[in-house]
């Protein structure tokens, strides 16, 4: 158990639609990363949130969002829904913002099927 | 721009026998290297990690990685493998201190072990 919890762990859903995907930290972790997972794109990294702010941006498409709250929990939006955006997104935290020496813990994903 | 290769898509072993999972990375200087380990339905697990210093990294579970400039590699070995291990391993690279928001992962590494 490395202390990052996601929900939900699996969401089906319909093309169009929008979705909001969960993340909390482990205790004490400031940073809060987003990744996708897809066969045809592999891993990827979404956006990163630093203690509330915004600290990078990946290959994150306009219709996906996200917010890190005063608790440190962390929101993805996906909205306008395409067959493409299913994937397993993952959620991970660290300490520290721009470091790279201390350990990211990642959470168990969250599976999106777009039908 | 940075990039890593993992050659081998998908690698068999038998349990007891010893592992070597090649990775080449792209970069003008000594990048920070990652390997992580993907159990089927779980999020990535940091294996071990290189930033500078002794090129031998001991990291958990028994594993360990050799930083070969000379040789742009950074493959990760095990000197006996268990039916635990079976897994997809990813390899990753970013640019010193660059932290986690500029790390390129690899496209993965199955390991399937057999009795």
């Known amino acids: 158990d490395s202390g990052v919890t996601q929900t939900p762990k699996h969401l089906i859903t319909a093309t169009g639609q929008r979705v909001t995907l969960r993340c909390s930290p482990r205790?004490?972790?400031?940073?809060v990363y987003w990744y996708q997972q897809s066969l045809d794109q592999g891993l990827q990294f979404l956006i990163q949130?630093?203690?509330?702010?915004?600290?990078a941006k990946g290959n994150i498409l306009e219709r996906f969002s996200a917010q890190q709250f005063p608790d440190l929990h962390s929101e993805l939006n996906l909205s306008s829904l395409e067959l493409g955006d299913s994937a397993l997104y993952f959620c991970?935290?660290?300490?520290?913002?721009?470091?790279?020496?201390?350990?990211?813990?990642f959470g168990p994903g969250t599976r999106l099927t777009v039908l | 721009a940075q990039s890593v290769t993992q050659p081998d898509i998908h690698i068999t072993v038998s349990e007891g026998a010893s592992l070597e999972l090649r990775c080449n990375y792209s970069?003008?200087?000594?990048?920070?290297l990652f390997w992580y380990v993907q159990s089927p339905g779980q999020g990535l697990q940091l294996l071990l990690k290189y930033f500078s210093g002794d090129t031998l990294v001991q990291g958990i579970k028994g594993f360990e990685a050799e930083f070969k400039r000379s040789q742009s590699s950074f493959n990760l070995r095990k000197p006996s493998v268990h039916w635990s291990d079976a897994a997809e391993y990813f390899c990753?690279?970013?640019?010193?201190?660059?932290?986690?928001?500029?790390?390129?992962f690899g496209t993965g590494t199955k390991l399937q072990v057999i009795p």
């Open positions: 991970a935290s660290s300490t520290s913002g721009s470091s790279g020496t201390d350990t990211q813990y």
């Open positions: 949130y630093y203690n509330g702010e915004e600290r």
């Open positions: 990753a690279v970013a640019p010193p201190s660059g932290g986690y928001q500029k790390v390129t």
């Open positions: 205790s004490g972790d400031l940073s």
């Open positions: 970069y003008g200087a000594t990048p920070y």
